[in-house]
DNA sequence: TTTGTGTATTTGAACGTTCAAAACACCCGG
DNA sequence: CCGGGTGTTTTGAACGTTCAAATACACAAA
């Protein structure tokens, strides 16, 4: 697999030129980017000097290399359904990828190789290949097979979203059940009694939750609820039960969806039942809060992530750990943040 | 910045460990892997068996340091307008890193850090660091200071999206005057002769692209088109805009839009003026193939991009100037589906 | 002056790999 | 039996950095 001629190096100099510029010898280059304290404040300033005017920067592999550590960090993509995209992939990476550079560390993103799609065989590779020094899972699953595999390996590592009981606790999360009881007091401030819910129930951990979460609260404050089941991928469905929801006895004044997309089968059951989206109407939320969101007539309220946040939290714990300080104890929970608009108040 | 103490490598073996297991030097190993032809069959076969047995795979910086090739390719993650994102970054990436990685090489992602959000300063420090052999830039802009930077900098890059006409025309792009071009043949085969068409005009080149192929197709059709500019930020005056030309007179009988996005402003707005969205009443069109399309009521009819093949010949043609292979002399188009929906036939 | 102590700097080695060239083994024609 | 390929394997060096230990320096105490 020869790349070809290594081609010239752009005008890339090394730690020895930046030594010989400043008259000084390598290591004291090296103290001087590594362990400024250890340097003479006059020796510093002017080997500050000479990498300036050289433009250098220390080679990583070389650096890695002697070192051991990779400063970069692992995300795995998960295996997307089409059917079923994950709506935050874009800006949770790209939150991530700040998050990770303000501690000056890059982000390297792998995914399993197509034909067999074995995350824990990238992960293998990822590791064996010895390329980063911990890695970041997300949508993580309930027994699931990447955090067991990572676990055993020993390699460092945090997950946005909760693990098991049984396995380690290094995740970061948002409080689903929590956020669909703002949604469901939210409705009830406004007057809602009867509501109904649109979501799956089971597949997927973090649906699960929010299913929940909407029906605890709702029976803690006495309304009456209904929850329909709502894949993704099965829209006409979706939109015929939530319909039957709407012509059925006591009408439900307000639906809660699951996510955003979910959201907008409801509000064409809404529509084809001859009714209105809205506080006079049908009373309709969201999750996720994406673009869509404004986009909508009226615009839909929604459940908006802290993103930022967790990237923070995810690259600040994971740095912890790979600097051996002691490990909390349990994953993380952030708060969620309802974003009101038109659809409900 | 000390990474505290370096860990125990995790069971990572070397190639001199490989070595003395098949009783072999590093280099025999070293061969084996990289020109295998070189490698006696039965000493080969000997080799692969012990690298299969340890586990061995060659420490990425260590072989990075040695041969210059880092096997990496950088992502210049786009500036992202949280008002307008990018509706297929999180589905490019992934192409990406699927097409990468079938070649044997990574992806690294990067942003500008977000104070200054400078992109040339992001990408001199990566390439000063020397961690990416090459990079992929995305939504490029006419005159594009990124572009113009890597070329004057001599690395090795391609682009998603069109360079300037006196840059390096290492790009790959979708044909975005030949997607609308197809919608409106579309829309008239459905008997329509008066047609609009809602998205910007000049921002993005890739929307004023749109823009430009539907209005000179319509003309080349003999049709009666309108278009109206739509900044996908501020729905409710596209909302207003595409309201009035339906009551205006000579009304469109189909609504083309340049993203999904706007698409919807345009149900929207065909809702409020007591018509109806499909073929019957007014048909619409949007672009990107977004999840969306497939959640509304009647579905969208949509544009949908080759991102895998885009993804594909980005890395093919960036690796082929690595390997120092001649350069193709121009950028390569690729060709989009139109993907018909309920909304419009 | 000597000794000690701490700080600042330099030197030799090592990280794990590939490159370049040398060594070895074998076969062929003379 | 020798010289010259050709094909395979080994050896020494190098990539650019940081680690670990050694050295030089400055200054105070004996």
Redesign the pocket.
């Known amino acids: 697999m ?2 070809g ?2 081609r010239p ?1 752009r005008g ?8 010989r510029a400043a ?13 400024p ?8 300033e002017r080997v500050t000097t000479a990498i300036r005017e050289l433009g ?8 890695s ?5 990779r400063r970069t960090l692992g995300y795995l993509a998960p295996v997307d359904d089409p059917l079923d995209p994950n709506p935050l992939m874009a800006g949770f990476l790209e939150a991530l990828v700040d998050a990770a550079g303000a501690e000056g560390r890059r982000v390297l993103l792998f995914r399993p190789a197509p034909p067999t799609a074995d995350p824990t065989a990238a992960i293998d590779e990822l590791v064996a290949a ?1 390329q980063v020094d911990g890695l970041v899972l997300a949508d993580v699953l309930a027994e699931d097979a990447r955090i067991a595999h990572v676990a055993r390996l020993g390699v460092p590592f945090v997950s946005f979203g909760r693990t098991g009981p049984g396995e380690p606790q290094h995740w970061v999360d948002i409080a689903n059940d929590a956020a669909m009881a703002e949604v469901v007091r939210h409705l009830a401030a406004q007057g809602h009694r009867r509501i109904g819910y649109l979501g799956a129930a089971e597949e997927l951990p973090w649906m699960a939750a929010r299913r929940a979460g909407f029906l605890a609260e709702a029976h803690r404050l006495g309304l009456t609820a209904v929850a329909l089941p709502g894949a993704e991928a099965t829209a006409p469905s979706a939109v015929a039960a939530v319909r039957a929801l709407l012509r059925g006895p006591d009408r439900p004044t307000a639906v809660a969806a699951g996510s955003d997309l979910l959201a907008l089968d409801v509000y064409e059951a809404v529509r084809a039942e001859g009714l209105a989206v809205g506080p006079g109407g049908v009373a309709v939320t969201g999750f996720h809060d994406t673009p869509l969101c404004r986009h909508l007539h009226p615009g839909l309220t929604s459940v908006r992530l802290p993103l930022r946040a967790i990237a923070a939290a995810l690259v600040g714990r994971l740095l912890g750990r790979l600097r051996g300080e002691a490990e909390p104890a349990a994953g993380l929970e952030l708060p969620t943040e309802l974003v009101v608009r038109g659809s409900s108040g």
């Open positions: 020869p790349e001629p290594p190096r890339a100099s090394t730690i020895e030129e930046v030594a008259g000084v010898s390598r290591q004291t280059v090296s103290n001087a980017l590594n362990a304290h250890r340097v003479r404040p006059e020796t510093l250098y920067q220390p080679d990583q592999s070389a650096r290399l002697r070192s051991g550590a010895r």
